[in-house]
């Protein structure tokens, strides 16, 4: 009888051991899963992409985004402030006629980006504005950050700004064309000839890729 209990006992021992390294196996591989996945996720951004400046920001309808969410596709992208009068409306003009002069079938796979330079004056509201008053279509994206981000951003894409008097701003007026992993394929001047680079290597795209030719 006693053998009988001992070989019981036995057994659930074995069966509650059997239960635990399994146990154990299944939180092993669900968190080598993870790992892998959270790696594979953080290697579609190159470490020579604008995209790992990172951040937060918001849009002009006021949602969060980050700047890795606008990986996927060509991103043309300029940095100006609504309350500019002089070479942003020239910046926005050229990259309107820079989307207008883009091939019908391309023109649904590139992005136009413009992010403002005076974040603490630049309200979601007003950049919707803006947008509106400037007739942008639905592939335009507005984006406001911190001051921080914004001069992350400024810098990775070589472009340079400095605050003047009257709230007025100095900057550069380049305009940069990133492939569909955020890397930077072209820039050139935001002027209506001087933007015609980024014209051209739009043109070379086909419909069905991206503009990479970085690795």
């Given at each position: 009888?006693?053998?009988?209990l001992?070989?019981?006992w036995?057994?659930?021992v074995?069966?509650m051991?059997t239960t635990?390294?399994?146990?154990?196996?299944m939180?092993?591989i669900a968190?080598l899963?993870?790992?892998?996945?959270l790696?594979?996720a953080n290697?579609?951004?190159?470490s020579?992409?604008?995209?790992?400046?990172g951040?937060?920001w918001?849009t002009e309808n006021?949602?969060?985004i980050?700047?890795?969410s606008?990986?996927?596709?060509p991103?043309?992208i300029a940095?100006?402030?609504?309350?500019c009068?002089?070479?942003?409306?020239?910046?926005?003009?050229s990259?309107?006629?820079?989307e207008?002069?883009t091939p019908?079938?391309?023109?649904?796979?590139?992005g136009f980006?413009l992010?403002s330079?005076?974040p603490?004056a630049?309200?979601?509201?007003?950049?919707k504005a803006?947008?509106?008053?400037?007739g942008?279509?639905?592939?335009?994206?507005?984006?406001?950050?911190?001051?921080e981000?914004v001069?992350?951003?400024?810098?990775?894409?070589?472009s340079r700004?400095k605050?003047?008097k009257?709230g007025?701003?100095?900057?550069?007026?380049?305009?940069?064309?990133?492939?569909?992993?955020?890397?930077i394929?072209?820039?050139?001047?935001?002027t209506t000839?001087?933007?015609?680079p980024i014209l051209?290597?739009?043109e070379?795209?086909h419909p069905?890729s991206?503009?990479?030719?970085k690795?």
């Amino acid at each position: 009888m006693q053998n009988l209990l001992w070989e019981a006992w036995a057994l659930d021992v074995r069966k509650m051991v059997t239960t635990k390294v399994n146990l154990m196996r299944m939180l092993i591989i669900a968190w080598l899963l993870s790992f892998s996945s959270l790696i594979m996720a953080n290697s579609t951004v190159p470490s020579d992409s604008v995209y790992q400046v990172g951040g937060t920001w918001q849009t002009e309808n006021g949602q969060p985004i980050k700047l890795e969410s606008l990986a996927g596709k060509p991103q043309v992208i300029a940095l100006i402030f609504t309350g500019c009068s002089n070479s942003c409306p020239i910046i926005v003009e050229s990259m309107k006629r820079l989307e207008n002069q883009t091939p019908s079938n391309l023109r649904n796979h590139v992005g136009f980006v413009l992010v403002s330079l005076t974040p603490d004056a630049d309200s979601p509201k007003s950049l919707k504005a803006f947008a509106e008053k400037k007739g942008l279509s639905p592939n335009w994206i507005l984006l406001k950050g911190n001051n921080e981000l914004v001069r992350a951003l400024s810098n990775t894409l070589n472009s340079r700004y400095k605050f003047v008097k009257d709230g007025d701003v100095a900057h550069s007026n380049t305009v940069t064309l990133l492939n569909s992993r955020g890397q930077i394929q072209v820039q050139a001047s935001g002027t209506t000839t001087g933007i015609q680079p980024i014209l051209e290597a739009i043109e070379s795209i086909h419909p069905s890729s991206a503009i990479d030719s970085k690795p």
